[in-house]
C-alpha cells in the first residue's frame, strides 16, 4: 500500500500494526526494524503504545480545541433555532438566515456555524423547495466584468396557466455582474416585437444611448427565433449592441437567465399557474421589486441585486466582516471569562476537599 507516513490510519489498523510490532520483538526483531520495514515513523508507535498502556483509544480525534475561545455562546445558539424556526424566515437557507440575521442585527455567525446548529436540532430538512446542484455543469469562458452594464442577457419561459396547452411567457432581461432584473414582460405569444419591446425598455431604463458606443453592453442569448429575428439583429447593430448567441442545447453557455427563472419558479410564493395576463403581471411586479432590493443573492456575496448595481457590494461586505472580527473578539473575551470562572471555582473546589481530608 505504500509508506503510511502521512496517512490517517483506524483504531483497528493501528492495533494491527502493534500486533504485529509485539510479535516481531518477540522473534529478536527491534521496533525500529519493525517500522522502517512498514515505512512508519517509530516515534508514530510509540505515541500509541503508551496511549494503549494508559489505556486510551487510539482512534483519531479532531485537530485543533474542543473548547476554542471563539466557539459560539449559547445566548447566540437560541437566537440561530428561534429565527430559524420562525414563520417568517423558515423557507430561507442558513447562508441566507446567516446574511439576514447580520444585517438586521440579530446576531453574527458565519454559514458554517448556522449550518452546525441547525443540522444538530434537524432543522436543515428541506429549508425551502429548492434542490442540490449536481455539480456536473461547467461555466462557458467570458470576459471578466468589472460593472454593470457591461453584459445583459435575456430569454423566454413558459407560464402555466389553468388551460391545458395554453402559456403565458416571461421575457427577462438581466444584468450579468449585478443580477439585477433590468426589464421584464409578460405576453401570450413569443414574437419578436415583444423582444424588441424588452431590449428598447432597457436602453432606456438604464440610459444606454447616453453612453459611448464602446461602453454599451453586449448581448448573449440562445439562437430561438426571436433571438435571431431580423428586428433584434437590426436594433443591436443601430445601437451598437453586440450580440452573443449561446451554443445549441447548451443552457451553460447562458447559465445567469436559466438560474433566474429557476429562482423564479422556485419561490415559496409561486403560484404555479396563472390565470390571465393581469395576475401574472400583478404576482411579478411584486416578485421582482423583492428581487432586485430584499433578496440576498448568493452569486454577488449576499447583496441585493440593486445594491450590486449601485456600487455597494464591497462596501457592505467589508462592514459584515468588520462586524464578524468583532464579534469574534466578543466571543473571546467572553469564554475566556467563563473559562477562567470555571478553573478558580475548580481549584477552590479542590482545596477544599483538600482540607477535609
Not at 146 to 169: A, F, H, V
Not at 312 to 322: D, F, K, L, M
Request: hydrophobic share 35%; proline share 5%; aromatic share 8%.
Amino acid at each position: 500500500m505504500g509508506p503510511i507516513t502521512g496517512l490517517w490510519i483506524n483504531e483497528q489498523t493501528k492495533l494491527e500494526i502493534l500486533s504485529v510490532i509485539q510479535s516481531s520483538q518477540d522473534q529478536g526483531v527491534s521496533a525500529r526494524r519493525c517500522c522502517s520495514i512498514l515505512l512508519i515513523e517509530h516515534r508514530r508507535v510509540v505515541r500509541w503504545q503508551e496511549r494503549v498502556r494508559q489505556g486510551q483509544s487510539l482512534a483519531n480525534l479532531t485537530p485543533g480545541s474542543q473548547e476554542p475561545l471563539h466557539r459560539i455562546l449559547p445566548v447566540e445558539i437560541d437566537q440561530i433555532v428561534t429565527m430559524a424556526s420562525s414563520q417568517e424566515y423558515v423557507d430561507l437557507s442558513h447562508r441566507i438566515l446567516a446574511v439576514t440575521a447580520c444585517d438586521k442585527g440579530l446576531f453574527q455567525a458565519s454559514f458554517s456555524t448556522v449550518y452546525r446548529v441547525l443540522k444538530d436540532r434537524n432543522l436543515m430538512t428541506a429549508r425551502g423547495p429548492s434542490r442540490a446542484h449536481n455539480g456536473h455543469s461547467k461555466a462557458p469562458v467570458r470576459k471578466n466584468l468589472t460593472g454593470p452594464n457591461q453584459r445583459w442577457c435575456w430569454d423566454i419561459s413558459y407560464l402555466m396557466t389553468g388551460q391545458k396547452g395554453e402559456y403565458l411567457y416571461l421575457y427577462l432581461l438581466l444584468d450579468e455582474w449585478s443580477r439585477k432584473v433590468i426589464q421584464w414582460r409578460i405576453a401570450w405569444h413569443q414574437t419578436a416585437s415583444e423582444s424588441q419591446l424588452l431590449l428598447e425598455g432597457g436602453l432606456a431604463d438604464q440610459n444606454i444611448l447616453n453612453q459611448p458606443e464602446g461602453q454599451r453592453p453586449e448581448i448573449i442569448n440562445d439562437r430561438g427565433r426571436q433571438m435571431k429575428a431580423k428586428p433584434i439583429q437590426r436594433l443591436c447593430e443601430d445601437h451598437s449592441l453586440p450580440q452573443l448567441f449561446a451554443r445549441p442545447r447548451t443552457p451553460n453557455d447562458n447559465p445567469f437567465i436559466e438560474s433566474a427563472f429557476s429562482t423564479v419558479k422556485r419561490a415559496p410564493d409561486y403560484p404555479g399557474q396563472f390565470l390571465d395576463n393581469d395576475q401574472s403581471s400583478a404576482y411579478f411586479k411584486v416578485y421582482f421589486t423583492w428581487y432586485n432590493t430584499e433578496h440576498y443573492h448568493s452569486g454577488i456575496d449576499y447583496v441585493t441585486p440593486q445594491q450590486a448595481h449601485d456600487g455597494q457590494r464591497q462596501i457592505i461586505v467589508e462592514e459584515r466582516r468588520a462586524k464578524k472580527l468583532a464579534q469574534h473578539r466578543r466571543r473571546r473575551a467572553e469564554n475566556k471569562k467563563q473559562d477562567g470562572n470555571r478553573k478558580t471555582n475548580n481549584q477552590n473546589i479542590t482545596m477544599h476537599a483538600s482540607l477535609v481530608v
